[in-house]
């Protein structure tokens, strides 16, 4: 469901859910945010954050880079490598074969200060230095194509009949494009703030008894960054 707020623009209870509607009243910017997906995915993900999305940075330019499904990993190895922004988004599956090669570009987007993002189903979310993302209800209970796991690691998010210009949509990659907006405001509003700040600062999320990850919440986030950013 969504609805309009006094200043007419348009508001979800998907922002209540993970604390970003204050956040987003705080400010906007033009932090970029890269999405590397297949050709048919690209416009859903790159949507989700804009004003004909959930609006949590819609000035935050979109640059893409598709991708087959199912590719060999050193094929997204050289995609990381040519990145050219400080957030990355990453929701594909990759295909067999030498892993080594995609481990090392995700160990060089750390030392190149670029946080990645990515669907907790994918390889990349394996690599300590990535943030997987889970999909959620709008009760913030896991999605139904979630598998438990009290292990996971990352983050859940809203995932399901997200908004976007190509319609509601729902997935894990959608979920971690809520994040990827999400971060690309936050760094909008701490510009000086590092990607391991950053990072930091999202994984807090908010403490619950569901199983898994934490949820994302934004305003504990920002009062991370205010704290320990500026």
């Known amino acids: 469901m969504l609805f309009g707020d006094l200043r007419g623009r348009v508001r979800s209870p998907l922002l209540d859910l993970v604390r970003l509607n204050r956040v987003v009243r705080w400010g906007q910017g033009a932090e970029p ?116 796991d009290p292990d996971a690691r990352g983050l859940f998010a809203p995932g399901e009949e997200v908004p976007g210009p190509q319609g509601p949509t729902t997935g894990n990659g959608v979920a971690a494009a809520v994040v990827a907006a999400t971060a690309a405001l936050l760094w909008t509003l701490f510009p000086s703030a590092t990607a391991t700040q950053l990072r930091s600062a999202l994984l807090i999320g908010t403490t619950t008894r569901r199983v898994g990850p934490p949820l994302l919440d934004a305003e504990r986030a920002h009062e991370q960054l205010a704290h320990y950013a500026t």
């Open 33 to 148: 945010v890269e999405v590397i997906a297949t050709e048919a995915d690209t416009p859903y993900l790159s949507g989700v954050g804009g004003s004909a999305g959930l609006s949590i940075n819609p000035l935050s330019p979109v640059l893409t880079r598709p991708l087959g499904q199912a590719r060999p990993p050193e094929d997204l190895a050289e995609v990381l490598r040519a990145v050219t922004t400080r957030i990355a988004l990453v929701s594909l599956a990759v295909g067999e074969g030498d892993e080594h090669p995609l481990h090392a570009a995700l160990d060089d987007t750390a030392a190149r200060d670029i946080l990645v993002i990515t669907a907790g189903d994918t390889s990349v979310a394996d690599h300590p230095w990535s943030i997987p993302v889970l999909s959620c209800t709008p009760s913030g209970r896991p999605s139904w194509f979630v598998e438990p």
